[in-house]
């Protein structure tokens, strides 16, 4: 609660935190074929990052789009784990406690265009 505090304030001494984790979360969505073998590399129409607080810490969201035949769930995943990845880094000094748990896929959809 403490470190979402220094967040909130901008106190954290590496940065604003919220907006580097968007930015790497989206970076990385764009290499994930470089990350993971055999996933294709998809041309992404959008990447979003969305992170909401709350008193029990921070919730990241990716939705990813693309116009290609596969998924992009992989891309998602990647861009929710690096976001965090981010965050924990940002804040590992203010907080030896933090944890990353239930990274998942919510939902996916395909839409026919």
């Known amino acids: 609660r403490e470190t979402?505090?220094?967040i909130r304030k901008d106190q954290i001494a590496k940065g604003?935190?919220?907006a580097t984790a968007r930015i790497a979360g989206i970076q990385a969505a764009k290499q994930t074929a470089q990350l993971i073998p055999l996933c294709h590399t998809l041309p992404l129409?959008?990447?979003?990052?969305?992170i909401v607080t709350s008193n029990e810490g921070a919730e990241v969201k990716c939705a990813?789009?693309?116009i290609a035949q596969t998924g992009v769930e992989m891309e998602a995943?990647?861009?929710?784990?690096v976001a965090l990845l981010t965050i924990y880094d940002?804040?590992?000094?203010a907080d030896k406690e933090m944890q990353i748990y239930d990274v998942r896929l919510i939902?996916?959809?395909k839409r026919h265009v």
């Open 16 to 18: 604003n935190v919220f």
């Open 4 to 6: 979402l505090d220094l």
């Open 77 to 81: 995943l990647v861009g929710v784990a």
């Open 90 to 93: 940002m804040c590992k000094a």
């Open 107 to 109: 939902s996916k959809t």
């Open 64 to 66: 990813a789009q693309t």
């Open 45 to 50: 129409g959008e990447v979003k990052i969305d």
